[in-house]
């Protein structure tokens, strides 16, 4: 028995790969510091674990309704019409368990053969996998350190085709922590209007972001709420990984078809951690602001240092938590280097090719740990840069 033709299309998450070979050098007595996981290493916040503790007392412990709780797809519509400034109601609102399945579900539902779906690229790896899977074709649009990691707008207008059905946008973005300017976003409104396509607009990072104005969404802009998905959570704002709980905004006939697709695959999001996020949503927001506050502060310690190694240069990201360093300075090749920072200084990270062909000559580092370890990582990088000459040295 041999697996199936689609399975050979379909990727993996490559930092899981990297996290298993940091834990046996733990195993093997190696002192390691893990900048390769993209999740906030605060503890949810109390008020949000006491909600899902009361849920599990009060019997939230069976099936709920496979879109999600009405109270929390009614919580979730409010929050979104506040942030993005448009009328959103409980029917647009599909609750699952993470954010991946409103990338799984919509791209298995819309995508076929012949189709194409531009997506950013370094990008989430998950993109380029599940387009891959649905048999449609993956148009990379290169994500330009000059730009701030946003798209080049006229190359964007020249891969767009009438063979495009699906539009990736992940702003505040992973791995370049790039935010796209809000004129770059309405530019790509007025190109998309009309078209016989849906925007995946991928938010998940959408309440950790440094500069003053919050990121807009092409959601907000005149006739796009229709064609769009917005993808959101509550793994990143709320430091709830582990609870699985994310959801979709989206027209009413995507909705039907991911109710469908839960009811093949998952059934429905578990009922307490939906409580949970019930109270995340409507409780204290102050969690938030105060891990933000925290993220700028290694954001600003970690960059600085990281622009003082040899060969390495590192724009200072306006959102997300992650440091994408332009590595080309030191002549060596990403991989290279990322696995000689792992396996000689105990510093696990993320050669940029892990996000797509793009990443070329970049390292992802995760600044979501203590600024003592983040400053223990950056001086174990500048020791091991001896092992390179910086191109110009000589």
Not at 113 to 140: K, L, Q
């Amino acid at each position: 028995m041999k697996l199936a033709e689609r399975m050979s299309r379909i990727g993996v998450e490559s930092a899981f790969d990297v996290l298993v070979r940091a834990r046996a050098l733990e195993a093997q007595g190696r002192s390691v510091i893990h900048l390769e996981i993209g999740e906030p290493d605060f503890p949810t916040p109390s008020h949000i674990v006491e909600a899902a503790k009361q849920a599990l007392d009060e019997g939230w412990t069976h099936y709920g309704p496979t879109q999600g709780l009405p109270e929390l797809r009614e919580a979730i519509a409010r929050h979104v019409s506040e942030t993005r400034g448009i009328p959103v109601g409980p029917q647009h609102v599909s609750v699952v368990p993470g954010g991946k399945p409103i990338l799984f579900f919509p791209i298995l539902a819309l995508l076929e053969p012949g189709d194409e779906a531009i997506y950013p690229n370094p990008g989430f790896p998950i993109y380029e996998s599940m387009i891959r899977f649905t048999g449609a074709t993956p148009v990379p649009m290169p994500l330009e350190e000059s730009r701030g990691f946003s798209f080049d707008l006229d190359l964007f207008r020249r891969r767009l085709t009438s063979r495009t059905k699906l539009v990736i946008l992940n702003s505040p973005q992973n791995p370049t922590g790039g935010v796209i300017p809000k004129a770059d976003l309405e530019a790509l409104a007025d190109m998309l209007r009309g078209r016989d396509l849906i925007v995946l607009s991928d938010e998940i990072y959408s309440r950790i972001y440094y500069d003053d104005a919050p990121p807009a969404s092409i959601a907000s802009f005149p006739g796009m709420q229709e064609q769009t998905i917005i993808l959101d959570g509550f793994s990143k704002t709320y430091a709830m990984t582990g609870w699985r709980m994310g959801y979709g905004v989206m027209p009413t006939w995507l909705v039907e078809a991911v109710n469908k697709l839960m009811v093949n695959s998952n059934s429905c999001t578990a009922s307490f951690t939906q409580r949970a996020g019930i109270t995340a949503l409507e409780g204290p927001q102050d969690c938030v602001a105060q891990m933000v506050a925290e993220f700028r502060r290694r954001r600003d310690v970690f960059c600085r240092a990281l622009n003082q190694v040899p060969g390495f240069r590192c724009a200072l990201p306006g959102g997300a938590f992650y440091a994408f360093a332009n590595i080309g300075g030191t002549g060596m090749d990403s991989k290279q280097l990322a696995d000689l920072l792992l396996y000689e200084a105990g510093v696990s990270c993320l050669d940029g090719r892990c996000f797509g062909e793009f990443g070329r000559g970049y390292i992802r580092f995760s600044y979501a740990n203590s600024e003592a370890n983040l400053m223990e990582a950056a001086e174990r990088i500048q020791k091991a840069a001896v092992r390179w000459e910086p191109v110009g040295a000589r």
